[in-house]
């Protein structure tokens, strides 16, 4: 497999798009609630489940309900502004789907904008593919923003072979199909960068 076949897989949404936030975690924050099963740390539950048994927290339950925080566009996939986390439309699942793409599921969801009326066409979307942790050969605050890749590994033989995968610690890489497939269908505004920029694959 050549190393030009993975990507970093990032949301890149303009501010105008439709945010919305979980309501389990708008009430952890507004109780300070901490630890993981109170809603503090649902964005990373939501996207990638645990990391070996892909399975949520069993305090969450579905469909989880969202609220529109800022935004007024809605596109084929709606911000969290949060790391990865997004939600994405029927359109977009669609497509994922009938291109066979892998790594991924989705779960039901119930959105609302700001005056409570619900935004209908959209589902959570979690990744399942797995490929492993990055190898760090300098202390991670010493290594260089511009000159990262010397200093970060990643062994592809870690990886299970879906199309969207998390890499301990947090990342979200993506192959070669996914980025063709989003090329084809003009999918907008979830960037897909070359790997070998960022970091050593091995």
Known sequence: MENDYFYDFSNNLPLNTVAVSPDLYER???LDLRGEETGRKIHRQLMFGDFDTKEYPSYISFPVSFH????RVLRDALDMRAHHPILVSDNLLKILTDNQITGWRSYPVLVYDKKGNEI???NGFTVTGRGGEVKFLKDKDR???DNRKPFIQWDKSQWDGSDFFWVKPLYLFAT???QDVFKREKIKYLRLSPLSDYLTIV
Not at 68 to 71: L, V
């Open 143 to 145: 290594i260089p923003y």
């Open 176 to 178: 070669k199909r996914v």
């Open 28 to 30: 952890a924050l507004l």
């Open 120 to 122: 209908r066409g959209y």
């Open 68 to 71: 529109q925080f800022d935004g």
